[in-house]
């Protein structure tokens, strides 16, 4: 017979049936190996020791202990049943820990913002950082170690390397099946997957910390009789911090990438509502879990990253913790190479003094503060609730008579507090920069003092156009002076701190490029444009019984109850008849937009504030003047026309929160304007973010201390050296 030709039936050595006839059992290998590990390992009769309990058993501790245990009794202390204030509360102290103040307001705000989603999603955020703390504390436990170890003996290095090149090339669905078939599904075997895939980032960066501490203090250590512990833990382990504390960022990141395969392996969680979303095309359910999804990750990204690494967006982490998953010294060079840069310009040097010029325009801009935080105070409506008239009934009739202060729900409401907390923070940033220009607060400047006036500026003027409701028309609501008064404080607060801005000593750490910013002058011209959809939107919805049923549907639900009543009609049948009518009538719902005359009236004002967002990128992204300060100035005002967009919007949409019957709520054309307003910022952010206050070094400051000394006339005028 042939071997290349197929004879009596034969196959032929080139055809690809030959390769049936020399097939490699290996899944069958593979699979005799879990059988036998299951049989002999796990928790039956002919095992010799229970191996994967004793496995399973940290993980499962871990869960039931601190998480949730799944029984009726719920201690205090469990993640999934503590308040909601209490989660954010320890995520406050957390993030003041371990990084500053600034960053645990930022997490229990964040958080905070979660529970507002509704309290499925919170009880899914709860076990969502469950989930990801228990992940991270098990891989510090057990890769720091291993790290420890590969980084003092090369033998466990190069036995570990192959290894962790395996787990990460290796896809986790591949490894997913036996932690199933071992420990079933669930939270446990979930989190062992996530820590395969998150685990060896840990491993590589603590090693390579270990070896790049310096032989020449290890071996000074030594001299000086120090025991080998003393020498890791004096030594090594603090010049390696950075590296480790860089390993376990990286391994969180990783972490909250796995969700939606722990989602799959039935451990519940955000990664199950985003699962749940995708099955049933639930476009409501993913945008809600997705975005308390992206906030959590941002919070645990936040808490855990280094210094040097404060300015990138959590996106950029992420893409940087994937690129550098195989070569992890990229990202020691770079903080390496960001601290450095940070000691040069700090040596030698401190913050420039206000001088006279921008302490008047600060003072103006504080004046102005203090107007616009007073006329919180004041009456800003009469008769009626401006915004609780929306989504409220009774206010036609219950509140004639009555005032209503700035901080009222039926006053200025959510518009008047962002007013006095913005005005509180101008009025701080003058105070800042008077006795401590530049060491407190990176926004607690001119540039800060010019973003929050105009934001003051566009709310307080967004309350006074926000055309009344239907009810409170009928009520004849009236403004009060407070709004008038806020409107006026805060126009001489933008007036001073656009002075302030004018003369302040603020420079660029590195040169912007020398062009036009086509590109940001293309995406300002498209918020244009999603102005406009936004504002043919729908800002209101009404779905409330009494504005969606008829008179006939009215008098069809009375009829059934009376029938029900009567005994003529089963209950259940008449509650399906009555449930089936108002379900079609919420079929025609009301609806209204932004131009409507019984809408919020932001049509024009949200396109003029979009066409000032316009035109001052112009300036900003280069096409007048190329100058570094004059781009960097229109910057600071195009993110304040941002900010001030996406502040009126969250004011509307919070206001109408605090006071919304069942059944009413704000529309698309909110989320729409507020992504308008986060553009505008996000345009300006890479310019903004390379400005500081100038500072002044040694020399100079010796320089001026001498010029400014009165010449002794018998001495003759000292000419004074620069350094």
């Known amino acids: 017979m042939s071997l290349i030709t197929a004879q009596d039936g034969d196959v032929g050595a080139l055809e690809n049936e030959v390769l049936d006839e020399w097939e490699l059992p290996v899944g069958e290998w593979v699979d005799q190996i879990v059988k036998w590990v299951d049989q002999n390992l796990g928790d039956t009769d002919d095992a010799w020791f229970d191996l994967l309990g004793a496995i399973k058993w940290p993980f499962e501790f871990l869960f039931t202990t601190f998480v949730r245990d799944g029984s009726t009794h719920h201690p205090w202390w469990e993640l999934t049943d503590m308040p909601w204030w209490g989660v954010c509360g320890i995520f406050f102290v957390i993030g003041t820990l371990f990084r500053n103040a600034k960053i645990g307001l930022f997490a229990a705000g964040s958080l905070a913002l979660c529970g507002l989603l509704g309290t499925e999603y919170w009880d899914e955020v709860s076990l969502t950082l469950g ?51 071992f420990f079933s599904i669930g939270e446990e075997s979930a989190t062992m997957v996530t820590m395969v895939f998150a685990i060896p980032p840990l491993i590589r960066l603590t090693n390579l910390g270990i070896r790049q501490v310096p032989d020449d203090v290890v071996e000074a250590a030594r001299a000086y009789g120090a025991p080998e512990w003393r020498v890791l833990f004096d030594v090594q382990l603090p010049l390696a911090r950075q590296a480790i504390m860089t ?74 913790a994937w690129t550098a998953r195989k070569n992890p010294e990229l990202l020691l060079a770079q903080e390496e190479q960001a601290e450095k840069t940070g000691e040069r310009a700090d040596s030698g040097s401190s913050m420039a003094p206000a001088e006279a010029p921008e302490v008047q325009g600060a003072m103006i801009a504080s004046v102005g503060a203090v107007i616009a935080a007073v006329a919180v105070f004041l009456t800003w409506g009469k008769d009626a609730g401006l915004l609780s008239g929306y989504s409220r009934r009774g206010d036609d009739t219950d509140l004639v008579g009555e005032t209503f202060a700035g901080w009222s729900a039926e006053g200025g409401s959510w518009f008047g507090l962002i007013v006095l907390g913005l005005a509180l923070t101008v009025i701080l940033a003058v105070g800042v920069t008077r006795w401590r220009p530049g060491t407190t607060g990176r926004w607690l400047g001119p540039d800060g003092a010019v973003l929050f006036s105009v934001t003051m500026l566009v709310v307080s003027i967004g309350y006074l156009v926000t055309s009344p409701s239907i009810l409170a028309d009928a009520a004849g609501y009236e403004h009060g002076i407070g709004v008038y008064v806020a409107i006026i404080g805060s126009a001489i607060a933008v007036a001073g701190s656009v002075r302030w801005l004018a003369v302040a000593p603020f420079a660029a750490d590195r040169p912007l490029p020398a062009r036009v910013n086509w590109g940001r002058l293309a995406v300002a011209a498209f918020c244009v444009v999603w102005a406009i959809a936004a504002s043919f939107s729908a800002w209101t919805s009404d779905e409330r019984a009494d504005t969606v049923l008829t008179p006939e549907d009215e008098a069809r639900i009375a009829e059934i109850r009376e029938q029900v009543a009567a005994g003529d009609l089963p209950g259940a049948e008449g509650a399906a008849e009555i449930v089936a009518i108002s379900s079609s009538a919420r079929q025609d719902r009301l609806v209204y937009d932004a131009w409507h005359s019984d809408g919020p009236g932001y049509g024009t004002y949200l396109l003029i504030l979009a066409g000032i967002g316009l035109v001052a990128s112009v300036p900003a992204s280069g096409l007048v003047r190329l100058d570094e300060p004059y781009r960097w100035r229109w910057s600071v005002v195009t993110a304040g026309v941002g900010l001030g967009i996406t502040s009126l919007t969250l004011a509307f949409v919070v206001s109408i929160l605090r006071t919304a019957d069942p059944r009413f709520s704000t529309g698309a054309g909110c989320l729409l304007a507020l992504v308008v307003g986060f553009v505008f910022i996000v345009t300006s952010r890479n310019v903004l973010a390379e400005f500081r206050r100038a500072k002044v070094f040694s020399g100079d400051r010796e320089y001026h201390e001498a010029a400014a000394e009165p010449a002794d006339p018998a001495a003759g005028a000292p000419v004074p050296a620069r350094a």
């Open 131 to 181: 989930l990801i703390i228990v992940a991270v504390l098990l891989c510090a436990l057990i890769g720091i170690p291993l790290g420890v170890l590969a980084g003092r003996m090369d033998p466990v290095w190069e036995a570990l390397r192959p290894i962790l090149d395996a787990m990460q090339v290796v896809h986790s669905f591949v490894y997913m099946l036996p932690f199933i078939f």
């Open 247 to 320: 390993g376990l960022n990286q391994t969180l990141l990783l972490s909250v990438s796995m969700l939606g395969i722990a989602a799959i392996m039935g451990a519940g969680g955000l990664g199950q509502l985003v699962f749940r979303a995708v099955q049933n095309q639930d476009v409501a359910l993913g945008a809600s879990s997705g975005l308390a999804l992206f906030v959590v990750a941002v919070v645990l990204d936040r808490i855990s990253q280094t210094q040097a690494n404060d300015g990138m967006n959590l996106l950029g982490r992420i893409a940087q």
